[in-house]
């Protein structure tokens, strides 16, 4: 079966500082991956999504970057942390071991950039 | 522009009573169309799809092209349905999500 880890769970960072948020997939092979932010009242916003190594494609302009480093793994980061970017952040996997057209989430980070 | 919209931030409910989650997208062509849950303390999960047109845990949800609609129904609400809901738009291997809807099933 296939499973999708991220850490860390939680982290509190000072404005300024690097970030790195890490997802892996288990038990598939080339998943599309994605990285959302969820934000209370404002749903999931996807910040970026990945069909393949090395292949990224950002979605909203911002503070963050994405990179897929292996077929299974997808890493959020940022140089400089800005307050705005604390949020709850998913990582999703889809592909041809789930449901056509559905996405299996991770269990989030949440950042806090004070 | 996509877009899926609910429009309500929060549904609360008694147990027993029906319960409606309302949905409405905008998409240029034949939408491809989901409802995701989340759970207290549990991750993002895939409750239905419009494509399969089946019942999970006593939801059901129809899509009304006519009204673009897509809206999640369940006859009798149980405490155990207080959770966060989404609905999501398939668009070319990406989702949209709408901003989701609390929903709160009192005893």
């Known amino acids: 079966s296939q499973t999708i880890h991220q850490w860390p769970a939680t982290l509190v960072q000072p404005v300024g500082s690097p970030l790195s948020l890490e997802c892996t997939v288990e038990g598939t092979s080339n998943p599309n991956l994605y990285w959302y932010r969820q934000a209370a009242g404002r749903g999931l916003q996807l910040l970026f999504y990945s069909v393949g190594i090395g292949q990224i494609s950002s979605e909203v302009p911002q503070n963050l970057s994405a990179s897929r480093p292996q077929d299974r793994q997808f890493i959020l980061s940022s140089k400089k942390l800005l307050l705005s970017d604390s949020g709850f952040y998913l990582c999703?996997?889809?592909?041809?071991?789930?449901?056509?057209?559905?996405?299996?989430f991770g269990p989030g980070t949440r950042l806090t950039v004070l | 522009a996509q877009r899926v919209t609910q429009p309500e931030k929060l549904l609360s409910v008694f147990k027993g009573a029906p319960v409606e989650l309302k949905c409405n997208y905008s998409y240029s062509g034949s939408p491809e169309l989901f409802w995701y849950v989340q759970y207290s303390r549990q991750r993002l999960q895939l409750l239905l799809r419009h494509i399969s047109r089946e019942s999970i845990k006593g939801f059901t949800a129809d899509l009304n092209k006519g009204e673009t609609s897509f809206h999640l129904k369940k006859p009798f609400a149980q405490e155990e349905d207080s959770a966060m809901y989404y609905c999501?738009?398939?668009?070319?291997?990406?989702?949209?999500f709408g901003q989701g809807t609390e929903l709160s099933v009192k005893p």
């Open positions: 999501a738009l398939n668009q070319g291997g990406k989702l949209i």
């Open positions: 999703a996997w889809s592909g041809l071991a789930g449901v056509q057209g559905s996405q299996y």
